[in-house]
T-cell receptor, first 121, second 107 residues
Framework: QVQLVESGGGVVQPGRSLRLSCGASGFAFSTYSLHWVRQAPGKGLEWVAVISYNGINKYYGDSVRGRFTISRDNSKSTVYLQMDSLRGEDTAVYYC??????FGVGEVDYWGQGTLVTVSS | AIQMTQSPSSLSASVGDRITITCRASQGIRNDVGWYQQKPGKAPKFLMYSASTLESGVPSRFSGSGSGTDFTLTISSLQPEDFATYYCLQDYTYPYTFGQGTKLEIK
C-alpha cells in the first residue's frame, strides 16, 4: 500500500533554515508528481509546492516562492522541501502528498502523517 | 492565484440529514476540483476527483457536482463518522488552492 513518511520537522529560529524529507513506498515513485501541503495550527490547508515526476518542473505557492525549494531523488524514492528564511507564519504541520495522475497533473490522493515545523525564537 | 470560496464555514446537522457544501472558483476551472475530509489530528482523506468521481472505497452517500466556477459536495444521509472538516481543492492550474474548509458538527 502507498506510504509516505515525513521527517525533519522541529523547532527553528526565525531566519534559519530547515529541510524536510519524505520517503515513499508502495507505488512507482518515479512516475508521479509529489506535493507539499501545510496546515498552520487550527487553520485550513495551504498548498505549498509540487515537483513533476522527473524533477524538471517545480511550482510554488505565493507565500513560499523564493524561500522554499522542492527537490526529489528518484533513486531513493524521496522528496525534499528546503525551507530558508523561515518566518513565524511558516509554523505548521507539513504534509507530503502524492499526485493522483501518473505522468500528469491532478489532485492529491495519498498523504503522509505530517511533520510539525515550529518557527520561534 | 485562483481563489476558492467555500461555504458555509461551519454547519450543524443530525445523523440522517442531507447536507451540501459549496465551493466557488474565482475563474472557470472546468471540472478540476477535488474534495477532502479531515478529522482532528489526522491527515486529509481524498474523497472525490474531477468534481464528481468518487475515489475507490468512498461511500456512495457522498456525491459531487459542478463545472466552471460552482461546485458542490453532498452527503445524502449523514453518518456519525462523517462529522469532520471538508475542503475543496482546485487542480486546474498552479498554484493549487484549497477552500477555507467547512466544519461539519453534530447538532
Amino acid at each position: 500500500q502507498v506510504q509516505l513518511v515525513e521527517s525533519g520537522g522541529g523547532v527553528v529560529q526565525p531566519g534559519r533554515s530547515l529541510r524536510l524529507s519524505c520517503g515513499a513506498s508502495g507505488f512507482a515513485f518515479s512516475t508521479y508528481s509529489l506535493h507539499w501541503v501545510r496546515q498552520a495550527p487550527g487553520k485550513g490547508l495551504e498548498w505549498v509546492a509540487v515537483i513533476s515526476y522527473n524533477g524538471i518542473n517545480k511550482y510554488y505557492g505565493d507565500s513560499v516562492r523564493g524561500r522554499f525549494t522542492i527537490s526529489r531523488d528518484n533513486s531513493k524514492s524521496t522528496v525534499y522541501l528546503q525551507m530558508d528564511s523561515l518566518r513565524g507564519e511558516d509554523t505548521a504541520v507539513y504534509y507530503c502528498a502524492k499526485d493522483r495522475a501518473s505522468f500528469g497533473v491532478g489532485e492529491v490522493d495519498y498523504w503522509g502523517q505530517g511533520t510539525l515545523v515550529t518557527v520561534s525564537s | 492565484a485562483i481563489q476558492m470560496t467555500q461555504s458555509p464555514s461551519s454547519l450543524s446537522a443530525s445523523v440522517g440529514d442531507r447536507i451540501t457544501i459549496t465551493c466557488r472558483a474565482s475563474q472557470g476551472i472546468r471540472n478540476d476540483v477535488g474534495w477532502y475530509q479531515q478529522k482532528p489530528g489526522k491527515a486529509p482523506k481524498f474523497l472525490m476527483y474531477s468534481a464528481s468521481t468518487l475515489e475507490s472505497g468512498v461511500p456512495s452517500r457522498f456525491s459531487g457536482s459542478g463545472s466552471g466556477t460552482d461546485f458542490t459536495l453532498t452527503i445524502s444521509s449523514l453518518q456519525p463518522e462523517d462529522f469532520a472538516t471538508y475542503y475543496c481543492l482546485q487542480d486546474y492550474t498552479y498554484p493549487y488552492t484549497f477552500g477555507q474548509g467547512t466544519k461539519l458538527e453534530i447538532k
